[in-house]
């Protein structure tokens, strides 16, 4: 069964069990990506690893958190400096343990040349072959405090319909939303506009604290309809020295410099081979002369939402946007597993949460699906301030249609609180609400 979080909703501030905290690095692997997550408990997710043969970046950054396992590994999509680190991580010497994988999925729909590739198919023996398709609207259960939202994998975003595919393998990166507090990061593989325009549309990312640039800071991503959405303070660029990729490009750091307010923009590495390529001012490059691994980047998060970016000895602090809780609806759907391990009829589950500070009675209140069918939620009787609750369906009239459904909640005198909408899902997928 996929390991999904338990009971949070976005734009919901989420107090830390524990007073830690977060630190997130962007690891130097060149012309790659690869981005280090340790939560306030410990727990580790590694987004991505970097190109063949940085391993032993992976591993050294690792060191550096004091960390000795991988409890999340995300791939994003299926290139070289995205997956090439995997199986250094994972052979002699020192030998990093990964306890779970997640991908993209969709492998047997991969080109012929694809499936050939040395590094992919090592990727596939070391770690691959194990992973879990990561979807649309799952999250990652990586520490209570926190919200690991994928919003979008495969080109398919949460809340589309109906599904309209990307053009190549960058587009169909895997887009994760973190929330730990106030304090949001948004990271997407090798995304372009393409897939970035859905999420705008559906505004699934906005408002951000700090923005991993799409595709290293590429022309054919940062869309200006997600960038007017996410509206960075901080943006970092996780970049080589590569001439043949020309990362970042100017054209994507002077979208940033128009930006009002201007985010704060930061480079691993300084891009020293002109043409369309650029670069920030130095001071905010990690790495200057670009030929080791000097380059990280580490955000360190309190729980009161400050922040900082370390880097070649500099430290620069950062606040966190205060979110409004007024936005949250006095109850929300938090979850839905539709599709439960034994029989829809009595299992399916709804999760519900009480955004007040007053305890609420549910007398009267109901769920609704598209078809017009309704599930009580009386049993639950009162639910306490900020309290959250999970009520099985139990042989209810309504259901959670496996093949995607809306589902809406209805107030005691018919008003529609809130309301989720979803795609076709598997069994033991828990679908977050947005």
């Known amino acids: 069964m996929r390991v999904l979080a338990q009971a949070l909703i976005l734009y919901l501030t989420v107090p830390p069990a524990v007073a830690q ?24 997710l590694l987004i991505d690893t970097g190109k063949n043969g940085h391993g032993t970046r992976l591993k050294a950054a690792m060191a550096r958190a004091a960390v000795t396992r991988i409890d999340h590994l995300v791939i994003t999509h299926y ?5 090439g680190g995997a199986d250094d991580l994972v052979n002699p ?26 590094t992919y198919a090592d990727y596939e023996t070391a770690l691959g072959h194990r992973a879990l398709h990561l979807m649309r609207g799952e999250t990652i259960a990586l520490d209570p405090a926190m919200l690991i939202t994928c919003v979008a994998s495969g080109s398919v ?21 973190i929330q730990f507090g106030n ?37 054919t991503s940062t869309a200006d309809n997600l960038l007017a959405d996410m509206r960075p303070t901080l943006v970092v660029i996780s970049n080589g020295n590569d001439g043949g990729y020309q990362h970042p490009r100017q054209v994507t750091l002077n979208k940033f410099a128009a930006m009002s307010p201007r985010p704060t923009v930061l ?118 301030a900020g309290a959250s609750a999970t009520i099985q369906r139990g042989g209810m009239a309504m259901s959670l249609d496996n093949g995607g459904d809306t589902i809406e909640l209805l107030g005691n005198v018919g008003a529609v609180i809130d309301r989720l909408t979803y795609g076709p899902t598997g069994e033991g997928v828990r679908i977050a609400n947005q």
């Open 93 to 118: 010497p020192n030998p990093a343990q990964v306890v779970n994988v997640h991908d993209r999925g969709d492998k047997t729909f991969l080109p012929a040349d694809k499936l050939a590739e040395p």
């Open 267 to 384: 480079q691993t590495n300084k891009y020293l081979k002109g043409e369309a390529g650029g670069n920030v001012a130095d001071e905010f490059i990690a790495d200057l002369v670009p030929a080791g691994a000097e380059g990280d980047i580490v955000l360190t998060v309190e729980p009161n939402g400050a922040y900082t970016a370390s880097y070649r000895g500099i430290a620069r602090p950062f606040q966190a946007k205060p979110r409004s809780t007024t936005a949250a609806p006095a109850l929300s759907i938090v979850s839905l597993l539709p599709n439960p391990v034994g029989e829809d009829r009595i299992l399916e589950e709804v999760e519900l949460r009480n955004n007040t500070s007053s305890a609420i009675v549910l007398t009267g209140w109901l769920l609704r699906d598209a078809s017009g069918r309704v599930w009580a939620l009386s049993s639950i009787g009162q639910l306490e």
């Open 79 to 83: 290139h070289e400096d995205h997956y």
């Open 157 to 177: 975003v949460l809340g589309e319909d109906p599904i309209h595919h990307g053009p190549d393998e960058n587009d169909m990166s895997i887009g994760l939303l």
């Open 183 to 219: 304090f949001r990061y948004f990271v997407g593989g090798d995304m372009h506009e393409h897939t970035e325009s859905k999420i705008a549309a559906q505004d699934l990312v906005m408002d951000v604290d700090v923005y991993q640039a799409n595709h290293h800071g590429s022309h």
């Open 21 to 44: 905290s977060l630190r997130i690095t962007l690891i130097d692997v060149d012309q790659g990506a690869a981005t280090l997550v340790v939560s306030p408990s410990g727990n580790t």
